[in-house]
């Protein structure tokens, strides 16, 4: 009896040292929100704008190239069956490195507009369009607004088309691509604006968003929009506080000031800028091509090579309803949660044991009545960062609040996606591929000049 006896004090011990260093690491990640890059707000003033006459320009510039306002056949050369059809293999120019920082100004080959393009992929969105659509086309920074149709089966290119976006009907789906960054790639080549700025379906803009990412692009070469999230039910809220709370305690705050390295970098694929001709020549989009997490791929890929990545806290000028329920929010962002095929294996685990000890077994001990003082000290951070996650939400409840008691279960859900992830979206499922170099993918082979 007193060898197990010694067995169990030795297992605490270990438990309670493994704590105390999560609860440092999480402390010390916590504490760069103090010295925060400041929220997004709009330039102080414009100095060029849109405007109709811009607008329709550019939509002169669009029929000449043989695109469309509204519909019809994408046949720019950029996209021709050819250039498709190679890069679908995997051709194309590989990144470049860092981008040029002294130029200032885009344009087709042979001119092209300044101001922002904004491209929104969509497939099967015309129940969640119409918000976004309206409000940059009401912007009048934005010369373009391409949305790509990705084979939708409802009414999303009718719709589109009804609020006066340029739509790109998507051609179809190359193996070795995930559909989000097969028509971003596709929207990218059809874009005349030097500033390209792509948002997803289901994102609300402010007025001033555009001019923001577009002025935040003299520091950085891709920013990422970090949104307030509209969560209205009173489970759906706690469950996305506490699964956005995971995300903090593994990588920090929004608008770090200094950037992490480049396997740590974080964004948002819900919004984000750079400018186009840098990403033409970095190909972007056909290097995370096979990643379901997308965004964060991208970043890190880009900074690998020495871009300036900037994700910025954007709450008071763009809002996104992701999710209508509790269960969506488990099932669709639980999924992703991990960032699996983005991260390291060695890294999931420390992740992982981080949530586990600095979050979830604090609740399980209070619950059980017998917390320890770390455990207190660590409830006590938690609810500290309760309050400073009020403000990422449009409406801000009790949800958020009693957030902190879910974070067992979001440690659950984080463990099942981790060992179980899923590659399913949008009725496609695509391959699991495996992570390399710290999350960064290959570039395509080299097939010659597109």
């Keep these: 009896m007193t060898g197990k006896g010694e067995t169990v004090t030795t297992g605490r011990r270990v438990l309670g040292a493994a704590q105390a260093a999560a609860a440092l690491v999480v402390l010390a990640r916590l504490a760069r929100g103090r010295r925060r890059l400041p929220p997004l707000s709009p330039p102080a003033a414009r100095t060029e704008t849109a405007g109709p006459d811009r607008r329709e320009a550019a939509a002169s510039e669009s029929a000449a190239r043989g695109g469309t306002q509204g519909g019809g056949t994408l046949s720019s050369e950029a996209l021709s069956s050819e250039a498709l059809s190679s890069e679908a293999q995997g051709g194309g120019t590989p990144g470049s490195g860092a981008p040029d920082r002294g130029a200032r100004s885009g344009g087709m080959p042979g001119g092209g507009g300044r101001g922002i393009s904004v491209v929104i992929p969509a497939r099967n969105e015309e129940h969640r369009l119409g918000p976004c659509l309206r409000a940059v086309l009401a912007d009048p920074a934005v010369i373009e607004v391409i949305v790509v149709d990705d084979e939708s089966s409802d009414g999303t290119a009718r719709l589109a088309a009804a609020l006066g976006a340029r739509v790109v009907p998507g051609r179809p789906l190359p193996d070795g691509w995930v559909g989000k960054q097969w028509a971003l790639h596709q929207g990218l080549r059809e874009a005349r604006g030097e500033i390209v700025m792509t948002l997803d379906a289901d994102t609300r803009p402010r007025p001033g968003l555009c001019a923001a990412l577009a002025a935040a692009l003299d520091d950085h070469d891709l920013v990422s929009?970090?949104?307030?999230?509209?969560?209205?039910?009173?489970?759906?809220?706690?469950?996305?506080?506490?699964?956005?709370?995971?995300?903090?305690?593994?990588?920090?705050?929004?608008?770090?000031?200094?950037?992490?390295?480049?396997?740590?970098?974080?964004?948002?694929?819900?919004?984000?800028?750079?400018?186009?001709?840098?990403?033409?020549?970095?190909?972007?989009?056909?290097?995370?091509?096979?990643?379901?997490?997308?965004?964060?791929?991208?970043?890190?890929?880009?900074?690998?090579?020495?871009?300036?990545?900037?994700?910025?806290?954007?709450?008071?000028?763009?809002?996104?309803?992701?999710?209508?329920?509790?269960?969506?929010?488990?099932?669709?962002?639980?999924?992703?949660?991990?960032?699996?095929?983005?991260?390291?294996?060695?890294?999931?685990?420390?992740?992982?044991?981080?949530?586990?000890?600095?979050?979830?077994?604090?609740?399980?001990?209070?619950?059980?009545?017998?917390?320890?003082?770390?455990?207190?000290?660590?409830?006590?951070?938690?609810?500290?960062?309760?309050?400073?996650?009020?403000?990422?939400?449009?409406?801000?409840?009790?949800?958020?609040?009693?957030?902190?008691?879910?974070?067992?279960?979001?440690?659950?859900?984080?463990?099942?996606?981790?060992?179980?992830?899923?590659?399913?979206?949008?009725?496609?499922?695509?391959?699991?591929?495996?992570?390399?170099?710290?999350?960064?993918?290959?570039?395509?082979?080299?097939?010659?000049?597109?």
């Design 225 to 450: 929009a970090g949104p307030r999230f509209v969560c209205d039910g009173l489970a759906e809220q706690a469950l996305h506080a506490s699964f956005l709370a995971t995300l903090v305690y593994r990588f920090g705050p929004i608008g770090p000031p200094v950037p992490p390295p480049p396997h740590r970098v974080m964004a948002n694929g819900q919004c984000l800028a750079f400018r186009r001709a840098a990403m033409l020549r970095a190909d972007g989009f056909a290097r995370v091509r096979r990643h379901m997490t997308d965004d964060v791929a991208l970043a890190r890929a880009l900074a690998a090579d020495g871009w300036r990545v900037g994700f910025l806290d954007a709450r008071d000028l763009l809002e996104v309803d992701m999710h209508e329920s509790a269960a969506e929010v488990w099932r669709e962002w639980g999924r992703s949660l991990p960032l699996g095929d983005v991260t390291r294996p060695a890294w999931q685990a420390a992740d992982l044991a981080v949530v586990w000890l600095a979050a979830a077994l604090p609740v399980l001990r209070l619950a059980a009545g017998r917390p320890t003082r770390l455990d207190l000290g660590l409830l006590a951070v938690r609810l500290l960062l309760t309050t400073a996650l009020r403000p990422a939400y449009a409406r801000p409840g009790a949800g958020v609040a009693l957030s902190l008691l879910l974070d067992p279960a979001t440690a659950v859900r984080l463990t099942q996606a981790t060992l179980r992830p899923v590659r399913t979206w949008r009725d496609r499922a695509y391959p699991v591929m495996p992570v390399r170099d710290g999350g960064r993918p290959a570039p395509p082979a080299r097939s010659g000049d597109r």
